[in-house]
């Protein structure tokens, strides 16, 4: 019973964690959802009191089966690897989540930093031409705005 209950807390937050929308919370959700299902290949060998396996002063059908541990050793294992695989996949692609070029940031947040790192006249003045930093500070705005008359496109 209480094996049962084990494995449905684990599916419940296996399944809760991979709801949300961040990459580590579904990678630990894949983790709890192996834990749970090595506890169900444990479960398939008996839980009740047996004899060591391989034993040869109890009977053999007193012995505990190995096959089930066997599975849940090799299920650790594989586990394991999958989670460090996609923990160093995760953090590999949020390095590359920078995109080269992006001068101006989307995010609020990061456009309050990027107004704190460089002055408001500093800014204007880059936005303007008027200075030598003005490749690196031009806004997104300047760089895909279309001729809309005659005499802009001249």
């Known amino acids: 019973m209480t094996l049962a209950l084990t494995v449905g807390l684990l599916m ?3 399944v809760y964690l991979f709801s949300k929308r961040e990459l580590l919370r579904v990678i630990l959700g894949l983790v709890l959802l192996g834990h ?13 009191r047996r004899a060591l396996p391989f034993s040869h002063k109890h009977e053999l059908a007193t012995q505990a089966d190995p096959l089930p541990q066997a599975f849940v050793l090799t299920a650790i294992v594989i586990s394991f690897a999958i989670t460090v695989l ?9 390095q590359d989540d920078a995109v080269a070029g ?10 309050s930093a990027a107004d704190a790192r460089y002055p408001r006249q500093e ?30 496109r001249a």
């Open 12 to 14: 419940f937050g296996a």
């Open 36 to 48: 749970a299902g090595n506890l169900i290949l444990l479960a398939a060998g008996g839980t009740d």
């Open 123 to 152: 800014l204007d003045a880059a936005r303007a031409g008027l200075t030598d930093r003005a490749p690196a500070l031009r806004t997104a705005e300047q760089e895909t705005t279309v001729p809309t008359s005659q005499e802009d």
């Open 86 to 94: 996609l923990l160093v996949l995760s953090v590999t692609g949020r």
């Open 102 to 111: 992006r001068d101006e940031p989307t995010d609020p947040l990061e456009q």
